[in-house]
């Protein structure tokens, strides 16, 4: 029985209509409806489906009809401004706003994540310094530095420091010499942030809790300080000119593609001094590569360079090629150390003025209170000291034609007279050397020609200040240099023996 109805099933479903027999059923079925309809008695209302839900459903639950194109769209929109609106708001954001702590351990702490070499990690570490520095600059200039926050940015300075050495330490013990590299360019952001600081001033807090006044606030500045002091103590080995030479070229050009991005939005005297000194640190890295030159020429092989730590930016080098030359062949046997010192200390001025710069032309807060003429100092050229010298020279005919005007009293005739023909003495001098071309020896005796007779004519009219439009002619005067930019000299830079580096 069993087996006669699985052969009963089979045989059932192989049966199936053809499709024409299917229309055919349908269309009877159709038209029997048509001649028989349903009673009235038996017909009943058709709800839509809104009512029948309503029917169905109780009062607290509503029907919502989602489009799940709006969903995706709003969330990629709250996506976007999650990962990309708030970190970019959190960049600007200063230390006690709601986004700060999300600007320094999300967004920098990803950025730290991405520096892959030592050297970039040191890189960043100084980069994060500076970072809390124009913070607190900001924060000083709003009023809103309190003691609170200024002990936070110190002991930011202190941890990125601390973070770079230990970095650069570790690296001593696999690759020596870009750990020397990485040393010295953090050496450079040290110095130019101490500079700027000891150039502004100490930041102010906002209100003393003792005083209710504004007071100065130093422990940014020890902290600095003291990052630079531990970078000093450094006993670097060596490092090849090369890398040297290949991160301060880094550095100015990105110093000169800065430049050509705020020239239009500063002021032509401000756009000239930043030009005269980008072009007075191509002219150190020259000077350094003829002296490269130079000492190959005599036999004297600088394979590697020894950046002792007691080589400053300060240490006295040659200021011309004609200068360099006589150095080099009045040098004694240990001509290679004292020559690499020089080098080393040349390129790392220029190193830190271009940090200089860079720093002036990204913060600010540099710009509005450090003016660049005190910030970087310049070298001249030969033809600008000489230029200085003429300028000197006319001063001190000036002066002496003033004084010759004057009645002088015979309690003073004993101490003017003589002082007054010394400097006569020493003004003809310093025409005689600047004829022969000993530019130095002629610095000296303009100098001390226009000390005696600016003293002099003082004592003369009873005062020890110069009419303003003597020493304003002195302090400001322009020249035009070979290459065309404006000569920009001081008082300080007239009476030196030797110009700056």
């Known amino acids: 029985m069993k087996q006669f109805n699985q052969q009963l099933q089979k045989k059932a479903d192989a049966v199936k209509m053809r499709v024409a027999e299917k229309r055919e059923l349908r269309e009877r ?126 002991d930011a300075v202190k941890k990125h420091s601390d973070s770079a050495h230990e970095t650069i330490l570790a690296m001593h013990e696999t690759d020596s010499e870009n750990a020397i590299l990485a040393e010295i360019a953090f050496a450079s952001v040290l110095e130019a942030q101490a500079d700027i600081l000891n150039l502004q001033g100490p930041v102010t807090l906002a209100v003393s809790d003792a005083t209710d006044e504004p007071t100065v606030a130093t ?62 640190i191509g002219r150190k890295v020259v000077l350094a590569q003829e002296k490269m030159a130079m000492l190959v020429e005599m036999g004297i092989t600088v394979e590697t360079v020894e950046a002792a730590s007691d080589i400053q930016p300060s240490t006295e080098v040659p200021t011309s090629t004609a200068e360099l030359s006589v150095a080099l062949t009045t040098s004694s046997t240990n001509v290679r150390e004292e020559e690499t010192k020089q080098l080393i200390a040349l390129l790392r001025t220029a190193l ?26 310049i070298t001249l050229t030969d033809e600008e000291r000489t230029q200085l010298v003429e300028k000197q020279l006319r001063e001190i005919e000036v002066l002496r034609a003033e004084i010759d005007t004057l009645v002088i009293e015979p309690m003073l005739e004993e101490k003017i007279v003589p002082a007054v023909a010394e400097a006569v003495a020493k003004a003809e001098q310093a025409t005689a050397a600047l004829k022969s071309g000993l530019l130095a020896d002629a610095e000296v005796f303009a100098r001390e020609s226009l000390a005696l007779i600016t003293d002099s004519r003082a004592l003369l009219v009873g005062s020890a200040v110069l009419p303003e439009i003597i020493s304003g002619d002195i302090s400001t005067s322009t020249a035009t240099s070979t290459e065309g930019s404006p000569l920009e000299t001081t008082t300080e830079e007239a009476t030196s023996t030797e110009p700056e580096v």
């Open 29 to 154: 079925v159709i038209s029997y409806m048509e001649y028989h309809p349903l009673p009235a008695e038996l017909k009943v209302a058709t709800k839509s489906r809104t009512a029948l839900a309503k029917e169905i459903m109780s009062d607290p639950f509503w029907v919502f009809n989602i489009n799940t194109k709006y969903v995706q769209s709003g969330l990629v929109l709250g996506a976007l401004i999650l990962f990309v609106g708030v970190p970019t708001l959190a960049e600007k954001s200063l230390p006690g706003d709601i986004l700060y702590n999300m600007k320094v351990s999300v967004n920098e702490e990803i950025r730290s994540t991405l520096a892959f070499s030592p050297y970039a990690k040191v890189e960043w570490e100084a980069e994060r310094l500076e970072r809390r520095l124009s913070e607190a600059r900001l924060l000083s200039q709003a009023g809103r530095l309190t003691e609170a926050v200024e002990q936070e940015v110190a």
């Open 219 to 280: 422990t940014i500045a020890l902290a600095v300080a003291d990052a630079r002091t531990q970078t000093e103590n450094f006993d670097p080995s060596a490092v090849t000119p090369e890398k040297l030479f290949a991160l301060i070229e880094r550095d100015t050009t990105y110093a000169e593609e800065l430049f050509g991005s705020i020239s239009s939005d500063t002021s032509k005297e401000e756009a000239d001094s930043i030009d005269r000194r980008l072009g007075d």
């Open 352 to 377: 830190t003025d271009t940090r200089k710069l860079i720093s002036f032309m990204t913060d600010i807060e540099v710009r509005n209170s450090v003016t660049v003429e005190n910030l970087v100092p």
